[in-house]
């Protein structure tokens, strides 16, 4: 099929599915345009089927804010039209959905009907979208979409109990390509390089937005050094780092704690980490999690959110409330203590995040594609 993705092309976790989604479609033979502001962080071009647009944004003095709706909107006119695009599938309510909504009627007038799937991914209705400044045009786009997925059971309640939705919500969890993590990588991986032999590695991957809780990352670290000889790996980039990094020195653990930035090589990181952190606010699903547990790493999390149907309490690692760092430190040093324990811990991890493989997960979307093209105007 021929089908447009919209998304944010940065290190967000939206924008990394949808990358990697895309991708994975063209893998499969169909045609895939991507139309977004940059071209998105983790997209390869490794497949003929994969066409990149850019959205143009022209920069007007009389503009506070510029419009970028419109320009997104008449990029995908434009593209659907050029491409004969049959899905339009945006990720991100906001302004995504209500743009593939102005789309949409633009290319009706033209007699082209072009299906629009909208995937919820979190931050786009637990902590912008309900905000009243955004709330009716993100309800609207949502039941005017022809199809709504959300990437976990809880973002679809939250969904449906923060807005008036009238559209059914299929639940699609996010996923990982497995492959990109095998066995060998563990054999490959130059652990020697970054910590001790007797070092246990803890990592955090984010955005370090406050929603993130980063300085609770780094209160846990420093609770688990004070009982085992560790070091802490920071990935990513974002507005709390700089606190973070107060934290660290402030706690004495500043020598202990690389940071690292916003990186493309997640699958290396990952390799040497013994335990994956994240005592997130809210995490709708918790990709960063799952690409931990896939690279066989504990995960030691908060319970909010769709956390829970990611991380299995005392299975894949530990789930406590948040903010509970006593609890979150305890936890930690449980499963790292014990090297058998730690191992078990690792393997469980990994057998989880087998459930959520691109093979798995990948037919759900094709579907919903094919079943709105079955019912297309011919
Ligand atoms: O929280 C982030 O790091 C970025 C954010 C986004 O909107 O891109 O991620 C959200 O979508 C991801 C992919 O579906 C989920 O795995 C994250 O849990 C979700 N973040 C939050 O809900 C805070």
């Known amino acids: ?18 990358t990697e ?12 345009h991507f139309i977004t502001y940059n071209q998105p962080v983790r997209l390869d071009f490794i497949s003929s089927g994969l066409h990149f647009h850019q959205v143009q944004i022209e920069e007007y003095p009389l503009f506070h ?46 007699g082209i009907d072009v ?10 209705i637990t902590l912008v979208g309900s905000h009243p400044s955004y709330k009716s045009a993100v309800e609207f786009s949502i039941n005017n979409s022809d199809a709504v997925t959300a990437v976990s059971n809880n973002l679809k309640k939250q969904t449906m109990e923060s807005f008036g939705i009238r559209k059914e919500i299929e639940v699609i ?23 001790a032999p007797e070092e246990r590695i803890l990592t955090h991957i984010s955005n370090f937005r406050p929603v993130k809780r980063t300085q609770d990352v780094i209160e846990i670290f420093s609770e688990v050094h ?14 709390d780092l700089s606190i973070a990094k107060k934290k660290a020195k402030d706690l004495g653990v500043y020598e202990k704690v690389l940071f690292l930035g916003n990186s493309v090589e997640l699958e290396k990181i990952l390799c040497y980490t013994d335990l994956f952190l994240l005592p997130s606010e809210t995490e709708s699903f918790g990709l960063a999690a799952l690409e931990a547990m896939a690279a066989k790493s504990a995960v030691v999390s908060t319970n909010s959110g769709g ?24 936890n930690a040093l449980f499963i790292l203590k014990n090297s058998e324990r730690l191992q078990q811990f690792k ?22 594609y094919k079943d709105l093209d079955a019912i297309r105007d011919k």
């Open 65 to 110: 804010y510029q419009p970028y709706e419109l320009a997104l909107s008449s990029k995908m006119v434009d593209i659907v039209s050029r491409f004969n695009l049959e899905i339009l599938h945006v990720h991100y309510a906001i302004p995504h959905a209500y743009a593939a909504y102005m789309a949409k009627q633009m290319l009706k007038e033209k």
């Open 347 to 368: 393997e469980a991890a990994y057998e989880h995040a087998r459930r959520f493989s691109l093979q798995e997960i990948l037919p759900y979307y094709e579907k919903i």
């Open 21 to 32: 989604l895309g991708m994975a479609l063209a893998n499969k033979g169909h045609e895939v």
């Open 226 to 239: 004070k009982k085992i000889p560790s070091k802490l790996l920071l990935v990513g980039d974002g507005p």
């Open 115 to 124: 299906k629009v799937v909208t995937t919820l991914h979190g931050t786009d």
């Open 307 to 330: 956390l829970p149907e990611v991380n299995v309490h005392g299975v894949t690692g530990f789930l406590s409330d948040v903010g509970d760092v006593e609890d979150m430190s305890k």
């Open 173 to 195: 969890y996010n996923f990982i390509e497995l492959e990109k993590y095998p066995e060998l990588l563990h054999e490959e991986c130059q652990r020697i390089s970054i910590a």
């Open 1 to 18: 099929m021929k089908i447009g993705i919209v998304c944010y092309p940065t290190f967000g976790g939206s924008g990394v599915v949808a």
